[in-house]
T-cell receptor, first 114, second 114 residues
Framework: DVKVTQSSRYLVKRTGEKVFLECVQD?????MFWYRQDPGLGLRLIYF???????EKGDIPEGYSVSREKKERFSLILESASTNQTSMYLC?????????????FGPGTRLTVT | DAKTTQPNSMESNEEEPVHLPCNHS???????IHWYRQLPSQGPEYVIH???SNVNNRMASLAIAEDRKSSTLILHRATLRDAAVYYC???????????????FGKGTLLTVNP
């Protein structure tokens, strides 16, 4: 079974702090994604990566950056956390980008910024 | 983007089959139909997907109408662990390269009674 793990289930940070969210997948997938999920807004793509050191912006990249130094690991960085970044963050991985590929999600990190 | 319509909620009894409907009357010929589910406090989980023919896997079956304007996810014997929000998603095979992201609507909240 595909396993996607995220470094924390719950995280509380203060406004202005730099926040690192880490994601690791064990299926040798080329592609990894970071989404955030908010009530009433559904799932929104922040960034994705299709190869080591390669990244593409999603729909809401502002205030975030990412890093992919190794194939299995994809990190999301909040350079200066703000209260509007309080959300559930979900990492996913997938074998391909085409529409017939599924994505496998981690358990999520619920981040609260105070 | 082609849209889907699902009932807000459904209820089932344990050990009974469950049929979760999804309408997608504006589906195009290249759209794949994907189903994901999200258990409480968990990340989404891939369930099944198909294009034209009915599909079966260890989790569920997907029945696709001949005109493809609707589909039904079938859980053959519901268990308490199947209680979740079920999302029906169309992934656009002709969206000019942006088909890698998943867009979840509101989904159907399935309650399973013991």
């Amino acid at each position: 079974d595909v396993k996607v793990t995220q470094s924390s289930r719950y995280l509380v940070k203060r406004t202005g702090e730099k926040v690192f969210l880490e994601c690791v997948q064990d299926m040798d997938h080329e592609n990894m994604f970071w989404y955030r999920q908010d009530p009433g807004l559904g799932l929104r793509l922040i960034y994705f990566s299709y190869d080591v050191k390669m990244k593409e912006k999603g729909d809401i990249p502002e205030g975030y950056s990412v890093s992919r130094e190794k194939k299995e690991r994809f990190s999301l960085i909040l350079e200066s956390a703000s209260t509007n970044q309080t959300s559930m963050y979900l990492c996913a991985s997938g074998e391909g980008l085409a529409d017939y590929y599924e994505q496998y999600f981690g358990p999520g990190t619920r981040l609260t910024v105070t | 983007d082609a849209k889907t319509t699902q009932p807000n909620s459904m209820e089932s009894n344990e050990e009974e089959p469950v049929h979760l409907p999804c309408n997608h009357s504006t589906i195009s010929g290249t759209d794949y139909i994907h189903w994901y589910r999200q258990l409480p406090s968990q990340g989404p989980e891939y369930v099944i997907h198909g294009l034209t023919s009915n599909v079966n896997n260890r989790m569920a079956s997907l029945a696709i109408a001949e005109d493809r304007k609707s589909s039904t996810l079938i859980l053959h014997r519901a268990t308490l662990r199947d209680a979740a929000v079920y999302y029906c998603i169309l992934r656009d095979g002709d969206s000019g390269g942006s088909n890698y992201k998943l867009t979840f609507g509101k989904g159907t909240l399935l309650t399973v009674n013991p």
